[in-house]
């Protein structure tokens, strides 16, 4: 099964024009998205850091640890994003371990990458 095949039963679809935002940096953040139709980018302190495509997820810490989001995500074209609100998420974890896997998976690639834009502190 493929990663978005997932969220295909009864999804909640978000639709996003081009341009606007789908979540802002420090909104309160308690769901999950899964990027179905169009590109979008991930904006942390107004740098993109990372380009989504179909099947990307973003949102998992905001599901994960509710709190303020870290980042923004922002549409270039016209996208669809499917809503993973807790229920669907715990669910989906308990039914299907690989995704649970996977949602470590992008928390743990995301992290890297955040930390190599974070400059080194000199020795003194």
Request: proline share 5%; charged share 20%.
């Amino acid at each position: 099964m493929v990663f978005f095949e997932l969220f295909t039963h009864n999804p909640t679809i978000i639709k996003v024009a081009p341009g606007a935002a789908l979540f802002s940096e420090n909104e309160d953040g308690h769901m999950m998205y899964v990027l179905t139709a169009g590109t979008a980018e991930v904006i942390v302190n107004n740098r993109v850091v990372e380009s989504l495509e179909h099947g990307s997820i973003v949102g998992e810490m905001g599901i994960v640890s509710p709190g303020p989001r870290s980042a923004s995500v922002v549409a270039v074209t016209a996208c669809e994003f499917v809503e993973v609100d807790e229920k669907r998420f715990q669910f989906l974890v308990q039914q299907t371990p690989f995704f649970a896997t996977q949602v470590m998976r992008v928390m743990a690639e995301r992290l890297r990458k955040v930390n190599q834009l974070v400059a080194p502190l000199e020795d003194i």
